[in-house]
């Protein structure tokens, strides 16, 4: 019946809200596959959502608020007609050192951070490699294990050691790869913390420092503070014969836009969220670069062992035909294991006849892998 009918605005937020929700609370597994992590996840997970975040914001603001407000310097007691306040809402400008500088990007903002937000999605297309999603079903299958470490060990033990003794020497792709988007990633952050500099005529490159602290350093009476410099929110706009709408009579409006105290905001949390995570990402690219070296990766594992002897032995024999990538598996496979796993994984891996009896299997073709295997696997003597 008419007039029963509710705002469907409600209903849209409703389910956007709940695809965010959910969104977050999904895992499909307990561990990060070796193609993903969680600095790959830093950025086309979170900054992804953080940039939508800023973007819904403002875009909410200019649907239900009045985005500027225009008087005329011939009646400053009258709000400017809409079709001026619409033109001044593409141009307005300010004075500085005797120079017109237009704010461009007051109106498209909220367009610019969607932009930024779907560049972060690429990060997340190249870690998802398809062509080793071998090693990715054996995290799946450990993860959905793991609750169930007791009585699973031996048969996720099994499960390792066998794909290792099939697959080893094949996931020097899958790093390098890995390598890739992480320094994929990096240059995403950087392209887009300097656009935003750029979008806002050179305002961002300092910001979170030249505003620090924000409570001591706004000057509400001057606006002479970094955050109001970058964020003017008092303009000048003009419209003279060129734009025809004052019947050639040149006409000079003062406006407040209203949603820069918003946008402010907004910036000075982008700033410091990039800066650390251009920082962490970085730390991490070393991390991974340093992989390349032999000495570092052996470290990296023998974190996770007991100091024995022994257990330096069944390294060197586990790890014998590796491979970079094979150590990075290795290295993100610790995690599956709890107590003393991890060294009954490298034990097992080190005994050649049990690794022998695992190839012999997989040339049979007998399928008792969760998933199917192509590699060559050790060589048999």
Request: aromatic share 16%.
């Amino acid at each position: 019946m008419p007039g029963t009918q509710q705002p469907l605005k409600f209903d849209v937020l409703r389910h956007c809200a709940q695809n965010v929700i959910g969104f977050f609370r999904r895992r499909d597994q307990y561990f990060s596959s070796p193609s993903d992590g969680l600095f790959l996840k830093l950025h086309y997970k979170y900054t992804f959502w953080i940039l939508m975040a800023g973007f819904c914001g403002v875009y909410y603001n200019w649907m239900s608020s009045d985005i500027i407000r225009c008087v005329s310097h011939f009646n400053s007691d009258v709000q400017v007609r809409g079709d001026y306040t619409n033109l001044c809402l593409s141009y307005p400008f300010i004075v500085k050192d005797g120079r017109r500088i237009t704010l461009l990007y007051y109106r498209w903002l909220h367009w610019v951070l969607l932009l930024c937000a779907m560049a972060y999605v690429l990060p997340h297309k190249m870690a998802k490699v398809q062509r080793y999603d071998k090693i990715n079903k054996l995290m799946e299958y450990l993860s959905q294990k793991i609750f169930d470490y007791g009585s699973q060990e031996k048969n996720m033990l099994q499960l390792t050691a066998r794909f290792f003794a099939t697959e080893v020497g094949g996931q020097n792709g899958l790093f390098y790869r890995y390598v890739g988007a992480n320094i994929s990633a990096l240059i995403i952050t950087l392209v887009v913390f300097f656009s935003l500099d750029g979008v806002l005529l050179g305002n961002f490159m300092g910001l979170g420092v030249d505003a620090f602290p924000v409570t001591v350093s706004r000057d509400g009476r001057n606006l002479t503070d970094p955050l109001t410099k970058a964020f003017q929110p008092f303009v000048d706009c003009e419209i003279n014969d060129i734009q025809a709408l004052t019947n050639k009579r040149d006409e000079h409006f003062g406006c407040h836009l209203t949603a820069q105290e918003f946008y402010e905001k907004i910036f000075l949390f982008l700033w410091y969220w990039m800066i650390g995570l251009m920082v962490v990402q970085t730390i991490y690219i070393v991390f991974l670069i340093c992989f390349f070296f032999k000495a570092f990766r052996r470290c990296m594992i023998k974190r996770f062992l007991y100091t024995e002897p022994k257990l330096d032995e069944d390294l060197d024999a586990a790890t014998e035909q590796f491979g970079i990538g094979d150590w990075f598996v290795l290295y993100k496979l610790r995690v599956c294991f709890y107590y003393d796993g991890f060294n009954k994984l490298l034990e097992k891996m080190a005994n050649r006849d049990h690794m022998k009896k695992y190839v012999e299997m997989h040339r049979k073709d007998i399928p008792n892998l969760p998933f199917k295997s192509h590699a060559k696997g050790i060589l048999i003597e």
